[in-house]
């Protein structure tokens, strides 16, 4: 059974860092292309980055580029996100996603979300 | 990567039909037949409920049909139940491995 679980979320000031972790179990992080999502009450969802491919290959949301990076360890199973420089707009519950078998962007599997507050 | 039109809000009478319209651009929706829908109750993760425009995963009742024409995508939820008031969106791939979101539509059962 494939299952997700996000943490690392919390309240952080502006401009600070935060590290998001997200372990997977029932498949390999490192054979499937997985993605963070975020949503806020004002915006709904948005596409945040995915990482795939055996040379770990990333891509970023032109909000995130250049401040969040996304990362996986085969070893303990997980996907990270680093999330550098955050701004109050950045305010989210961001959540791990597994692509459906058929991928670009249906996302079958979804973990239960944590939620990151930047606020002074 | 500019997010994808999704009407406010929706709604309809037990067992009548609503569509939900998802418009997007040509570089996205018009672009590529991989459009997924999701539905999400108060309090939980989304939900795949449409994939690739109209195919739906298994166990996601066939009162969910999805459709596209040039820009535009749409659900249709038929025969409505009271289980179906949730907020739904749509997404599109829109290329150089990158996603966008509909705004959500909030969907009541009257």
């Known amino acids: 059974e494939v299952q997700l679980l996000e943490s690392g979320g919390g309240l952080v000031q502006p401009g600070g860092s935060l590290r998001l972790s997200c372990v997977a179990s029932g498949f390999p992080v490192y054979n499937s292309p997985m993605t963070w999502v975020r949503q806020t009450p004002g915006k709904g969802l948005e596409w945040v980055s995915l990482i795939y491919g055996g040379h770990d290959n990333t891509y970023y949301a032109d909000s995130v580029r250049g401040r969040f990076t996304i990362s996986r360890d085969t070893s303990t199973n997980t996907l990270y996100l680093e999330m550098n420089s955050l701004r109050a707009e950045d305010t989210a519950l961001y959540y791990c996603?597994?692509?459906?078998?058929?991928?670009?962007?249906?996302?079958?599997?979804w973990g239960q979300g944590t939620l990151v507050t930047v606020s002074s | 990567q500019s997010a994808l039109t999704q009407p406010l809000s929706a709604s309809g009478s037990p067992g009548q039909s609503v569509t939900i319209s998802c418009i997007g651009s040509s570089s996205d929706i018009g672009a590529y037949n991989f459009v997924s829908w999701y539905q999400q109750h108060p309090g939980k993760a989304p939900k795949l409920i449409i994939y690739g425009v109209s195919s739906r995963p298994s166990g996601v009742p066939d009162r969910f049909f999805g459709s596209k024409s040039a820009n535009t995508a749409s659900l249709t939820v038929s025969g409505l139940q009271a289980e179906d008031e949730a907020d739904y969106y749509c997404n599109s791939y829109a290329g150089s491995n990158t996603v966008v979101f509909g705004g959500g539509t909030k969907l009541t059962v009257l």
């Open positions: 996603a597994k692509e459906h078998r058929t991928g670009y962007g249906s996302y079958e599997y």
